[in-house]
């Protein structure tokens, strides 16, 4: 939020956004034709047991769809082909294991899918497939983002990184596999972005949401120091 807060402010609005995860749930709220400021206050009156709808499965903890009605309440529920500014998310199909792009249809579906976190979250059944969170295969989806047109793409990485983080109880040692996992395989795609940012957010915890106004901050702060490279790469310069 913070990098479209800056981008806003310099009037340099991007044609496509594309999340995975967390940078779903951003980016449909952003497309779906909402501005910084109100993406700030949706954020900072955010309560996260709203999406407390406990599964007690043997397969997760939460449904998601609480999730899901988040979304589609903030988009008017309307599809994702009728936002004002194209939009995608990124999921991976449980049964091949392939990436897929959620780029039209009902748009809490597509970030349930895309945020879908193993064990956390249900895998989400969409037309008779099961989904899970894109950073499976896809932790910043640059080539998707390329696919799908881009002829400059801006990275944002706040995925985890796997430095010191404790693997005492089995859903810590799960969580570290999955983020070893995605450093990899983000490391590997982040190179074809033409710039990456990287917020130091990445030592707050995924569920302490008190620190949100300083990850937002950072976010900010990224951006306005790559401000100028940025508009030189798009001719803006």
């Known amino acids: 939020m913070g990098v479209i807060e800056v981008l806003e402010r310099a009037g340099l609005i991007p044609d496509l956004v594309v999340g995975t995860s967390a940078g779903s749930l951003v980016g449909a ?17 955010f309560d996260q047991s709203a999406l407390g709808d406990w599964a007690f499965s043997t397969r997760a903890l939460l449904k998601g769809q609480a999730l899901a009605d988040f979304v589609n309440r903030h ?43 193993p064990g956390v979250f249900q895998p989400v059944q969409v037309a008779g497939r099961e989904y899970v969170d894109g950073g499976l295969a896809s932790p910043v989806p ?61 030592q707050r915890s995924a569920i302490d949401f008190s620190t949100r106004p300083e990850a937002i901050a950072e976010g900010e702060k990224a951006m306005a120091a790559e401000l100028a490279n940025w508009r030189k790469l798009i001719g803006r310069g």
Request: hydrophobic letters at 45%; zero cysteines; aromatic letters at 4%.
């Open 75 to 117: 988009v008017e529920n309307r599809p994702i082909e009728k936002f004002p500014r194209r939009f995608a998310a990124t999921a991976v199909d449980l049964w091949s294991g392939q990436l897929m792009i959620f780029d039209k249809g009902n748009a809490g579906l597509a970030v349930r899918a895309s945020a879908a976190v």
């Open 142 to 202: 640059v080539r998707t983002a390329r696919g799908m047109g881009a002829q400059r793409v801006l990275a944002v990485d706040i995925s985890a990184k796997p430095l010191f983080q404790s693997t005492q109880s089995l859903g810590e040692l799960l969580m570290q596999t999955i983020t070893i996992m995605g450093e990899h395989l983000g490391s590997q795609e982040l190179r074809e972005a033409d710039l990456t940012l990287r917020p130091q957010v990445t």
């Open 29 to 45: 709220l952003w497309a779906s034709g909402m501005d910084a400021a109100s993406l700030r206050r949706v954020a900072l009156s």
